[in-house]
């Protein structure tokens, strides 16, 4: 049974950091591409990062520079390290997968865990 679990959220103040987990069970991470999406109130869900099997990463031009993804296939986990948060970043965050490439549309990710609320506000 292919299962995604997140872990990580929480609220923090403006500038702060977090770390998000995306646990991964029921498949080998090795072969496909994890995406990080996130849904803010009102809004429609956005890609934010992705990490392909092959190990190339890519960013939306909104966090470039102050989030990092990361996988560790041996542990089966891929983290996004969320640095220099802005309330623009309080968001429902999910984990989804899909074989080998990253790609921008949702639908093409047939895997999602359940969500974790990042909350960044003073």
């Known amino acids: 049974q292919v299962q995604l679990v997140e872990s990580g959220g929480g609220l923090v103040q403006p500038g702060g950091s977090l770390r998000l987990s995306c646990a991964a069970s029921?498949?080998?991470?090795?072969?496909?591409?994890i995406g990080w999406f996130r849904q803010a109130p009102g809004k429609e869900r956005e890609g934010v990062s992705c990490?392909?099997?092959?190990?190339?990463?890519y960013y939306a031009d909104s966090v470039k520079g102050r989030f990092t993804i990361s996988r560790d296939n041996a542990k089966n986990t891929v983290s996004l390290q969320m640095n220099s948060l802005k309330p623009e970043d309080t968001a429902v965050y999910y984990c989804a997968a899909r074989r080998a490439f990253c790609r921008t549309v949702e639908a093409e990710y047939g895997y999602w865990g359940q969500g974790t609320q990042v909350t960044v506000s003073s």
């Open positions: 990490s392909s099997s092959y190990g190339s990463t």
């Open positions: 029921g498949f080998t991470l090795n072969y496909y591409a």
